[in-house]
């Protein structure tokens, strides 16, 4: 089990089960973090996590044993979940501003403060 449960593989490593964001949420969501300057990391199929740019604060990430963090675009690729970073303080404003954008095509959590993700339902 891999992604919080979005993408279950059997012994053998074979998907049993996949579950992603649609990817006009993924589009809006990089185009979001775009316009606002923030940081989102799109978590990806073959074990890949995508960040949108170059940011320290992906080295929040280590202590949790992710992967390696890659920058670049996510056009074709199955996303899985989006990771967004922001202080603590930045948190709820994010969040609500996520919530306006995204309205009933995503479910947002935060399980770390100061990273607030999209899952899909």
Request: hydrophobic share 45%; net charge negative; glycine share 8%.
């Amino acid at each position: 089990v891999f992604v919080q449960g979005l993408l279950v593989c059997d012994a053998g490593g074979e998907v049993v089960q996949r579950t992603v964001l649609e990817p006009e949420v993924v589009q809006l969501c990089r185009s979001v973090a775009q316009s606002r300057g923030w940081t989102v990391l799109s978590y990806t199929d073959g074990d890949r996590v995508i960040s949108n740019r170059a940011d320290p604060q992906t080295d929040r990430l280590r202590p949790l044993q992710e992967p390696a963090v890659e920058v670049g675009g996510v056009d074709g690729v199955a996303v899985h979940k989006m990771l967004f970073l922001c202080s603590s303080e930045e948190e709820d404003a994010v969040r609500s501003e996520l919530a306006a954008e995204i309205s009933d095509r995503a479910s947002l959590t935060v399980a770390i403060a100061g990273m607030v993700e999209v899952l899909p339902f």
